[in-house]
């Protein structure tokens, strides 16, 4: 078990954990993705939403690691383009998604709460479809990598290198943290990486299609998600 891994975290810990999140902050993206894989041989997972972080990270991951675990949460409400981007991303890399969905399915869940519960209770139908499914699935594993960025929104705008997730009750790795859109689409091109044909049409962020709208270039990247509510978050990186 890692030395980070603590239900309740001492102050010397939290310290040598913050030496070490900032020790990496000076390293490549790609190193930091090898750091990972080499300090968490086992329960190290990739969350894969398929948006154009993620698949950089799809890329790194899959030059360093020969059976990566990759998984998407699939709320059944993902756009065509997502679909068919996982299997162009499954068969281009050679792996193989874990696709973690809710206890309820889109219908069974219209029949239960009524007709677009993410229209009028846009965070339960995100605690429903995203946020409990996450938390069954980490439920046994070391560590987990996600694409946050620290440009994205407010509240991910200190989100260090590596830290320990309370809310999951096991490590975050963030190894695109310090990472502009630029450098994202940067890499993409470069390494002639797959992504989703939605960017290149007015979505920069992309979620659930009910939730989920083009933006006005210039507009803040996170405005197309809930477009009219005071929601940025879906509540997995709280």
């Given at each position: 078990m890692?030395s ?8 010397r810990s939290?310290e040598?954990?913050?030496?070490l999140?900032a020790?990496?902050?000076?390293r490549?993206a790609?190193?930091?993705?090898r750091?990972a894989?080499d300090?968490?041989?086992a329960?190290l997972?990739?969350a ?7 698949m950089v990270?799809v ?15 699939d ?5 065509p383009e ?6 162009e991303?499954?068969t ?8 973690v ?5 889109a219908?069974?869940?219209e029949?239960?709460?009524g007709d677009?519960?993410w229209?009028?209770?846009p965070d339960?139908c995100?605690?429903l479809?995203?946020v409990k ?9 070391s560590a987990?990598?996600t ?16 830290d320990f ?28 990486v797959?992504?989703n044909?939605?960017h290149?049409?007015g ?12 933006v ?8 197309g ?6 929601k ?5 990186h709280?």
């Amino acid at each position: 078990m890692d030395s980070f891994k603590l239900g309740n975290m001492d102050s010397r810990s939290a310290e040598a954990l913050a030496r070490l999140s900032a020790e990496l902050e000076h390293r490549d993206a790609q190193d930091i993705v090898r750091w990972a894989v080499d300090r968490y041989p086992a329960g190290l997972v990739l969350a894969c939403s398929f948006g154009a972080e993620d698949m950089v990270l799809v890329d790194m991951l899959t030059r360093v690691h020969p059976a990566p675990i990759i998984f998407y949460l699939d709320t059944g409400l993902l756009f065509p383009e997502t679909y068919r981007l996982i299997d162009e991303a499954q068969t281009r890399y050679g792996f193989e998604c874990v696709r973690v969905v809710p206890e309820l399915t889109a219908a069974q869940q219209e029949e239960q709460y009524g007709d677009a519960l993410w229209s009028r209770h846009p965070d339960h139908c995100c605690a429903l479809r995203k946020v409990k499914p996450l938390q069954r699935y980490l439920a046994d594993k070391s560590a987990w990598m996600t694409g946050i960025r620290r440009d994205q929104t407010l509240i991910r705008k200190n989100a260090p290198i590596v830290d320990f997730d309370r809310q999951h009750g096991l490590m975050k790795i963030n190894p695109l943290a310090v990472w502009s859109s630029k450098d994202v689409f940067r890499y993409l091109i470069r390494n002639r990486v797959p992504y989703n044909p939605l960017h290149d049409h007015g979505y920069p962020s992309i979620g659930c299609m009910p939730c989920t709208r083009p933006v006005n270039p210039g507009d803040d990247a996170r405005s197309g998600r809930w477009a009219g509510q005071e929601k940025t978050e879906c509540g997995l990186h709280l």
